[in-house]
């Protein structure tokens, strides 16, 4: 099975809106991917503790 790697806010997570899969997490194939996201999810939430899990 393919590694996954999502980003998860304290108080927050991201769900897809997408039709194909509405309401699943968010993932990323890489860990430098979901990272990135995570730290421009900082500048936008800057009180939010942002971490990426390998799930």
Known sequence: MDKKFVVR???MKFTST????HGEEVSYKTYDEAKRV????????????FKVEEV
């Open 38 to 49: 995570s730290e421009e999810l900082k500048t936008v939430f800057p009180f939010e503790e």
């Open 18 to 21: 997408s039709p194909d899969n």
């Open 9 to 11: 806010g304290k108080t």
